[in-house]
């Protein structure tokens, strides 16, 4: 099973974490399911972007994006060169590194 690695979020996993999860699984699915609470507001829908990571290592595992990701990503706060929604990244093989952005844009949680 493909490892996933989180680097520290201050918030979801400050000490960063190691997960597996079988292959075909996608990222947002396998963080949630190993108690990493990323936000996912359209329930993994590829309507928001609010389960938005940068994949720092094994991008190329993950097949590519869409179009509708695509154009979501452009919305995403802190966009990268190899940002995923990670509701829509489904894992190989591979292992994956992720960061979870600091923020997210949620205009129904927003903390102020």
């Known amino acids: 099973m493909p490892v996933i690695k989180i680097l520290p979020h201050a918030e979801l996993c400050p000490q960063g974490d190691e997960i597996e ?3 075909g699984t ?3 699915e396998a963080l949630v399911e190993n108690g990493i609470a990323i936000e ?16 720092k290592s094994g991008y190329g595992s993950l097949g590519d ?3 509708i990701e695509e154009d979501l ?5 802190g966009l990268q060169p190899t ?3 990670s509701c829509q990244a489904v894992l190989s093989d ?3 590194t992720i960061e979870i952005p600091r ?3 949620n205009h129904a949680r927003e903390r102020h």
Do not use: F, G, N, Q
């Open 26 to 28: 996608s990222l947002c």
């Open 40 to 55: 996912h507001a359209c329930e993994m829908s590829c309507a928001c972007t609010t389960c938005h990571v940068v994949v």
């Open 21 to 23: 999860a079988p292959a």
């Open 73 to 77: 990503l452009d919305k995403a706060w």
């Open 83 to 85: 940002s995923r929604l």
């Open 65 to 67: 994006p869409d179009e």
């Open 94 to 96: 591979e292992d994956v």
């Open 103 to 105: 923020y997210t844009i």
